[in-house]
């Protein structure tokens, strides 16, 4: 599924809008869609008008039962995949999502973390193991995996940089948190700030 997500002032209704600019919006749409068709893909397109784009793509990709959400952006191949993790949540997607790249590619990958000089780093080296396992059980070979722990004072820039060094950025879905509502979370962050194609993993639905 791709979607076109146009997100509009609150003052402006999605009727105004869609009147206005939805013919422009639906052209830069199926450009993009066909760019996925002629590399093979079967592709459905939805073009939404909001005054909330994180809260519309949540909510497509709740519809659709997807696991992961592409932020595309130009590249001429993926030969070099980054897999952030950022703590042990939802491991199992994370390495799933970034297995099914590498088995549609002869790509690299590098499965990384930053973290402050002296903190533990522990439960991130188990999910390290974790990670390159289950890759592995999905039959990528070891020597195409790599893992990497760089101490920065800003984990934040220190991943964006280093995901501008390669082709793919595989992220995990934050917690919600109270500063997200302030500053945007990590993935709309890395969004804004990186240069390559992003691929978020999302959290696995809260069972009620």
Avoid: C, W
């Amino acid at each position: 599924m791709l979607v076109g997500i146009v997100e509009i002032p609150d003052q402006t209704s999605s009727e105004q809008a869609r009147a206005q600019f939805e013919d422009e919006a639906r052209q830069t749409l199926d450009t993009v869609a066909d760019l996925f068709a002629d590399a093979g893909s079967d592709v459905e397109t939805r073009l939404s008008f909001t005054h909330n784009a994180r809260r519309t793509i949540e909510q497509v990709a709740t519809e659709i039962d997807r696991v992961a959400v592409l932020f595309p952006a130009p590249t001429k191949s993926i030969e070099r995949v980054i897999v952030a993790v950022r703590g042990g949540i939802n491991v199992p997607n994370i390495a799933a999502t970034a297995a099914a790249v590498l088995e549609e590619t002869d790509a690299t990958a590098t499965v990384y973390h930053a973290a402050k000089e002296g903190a533990d780093t522990d439960a991130i080296e188990q999910a390290f193991t974790a990670i390159v396992s289950a890759m592995e059980d999905a039959g990528i070979e070891n020597g195409r995996v790599t893992t990497t722990i760089e101490r920065a004072d800003d984990e934040l820039t220190a991943l964006v940089d280093a995901a501008n060094e390669h082709d793919l950025l595989v992220v995990g879905e934050d917690e919600p948190k109270l500063t997200d509502r302030i500053f945007g979370d990590t993935s709309q962050r890395l969004a804004e700030r990186t240069v390559v194609p992003l691929v978020v993993v999302r959290r696995p639905p809260v069972e009620e």
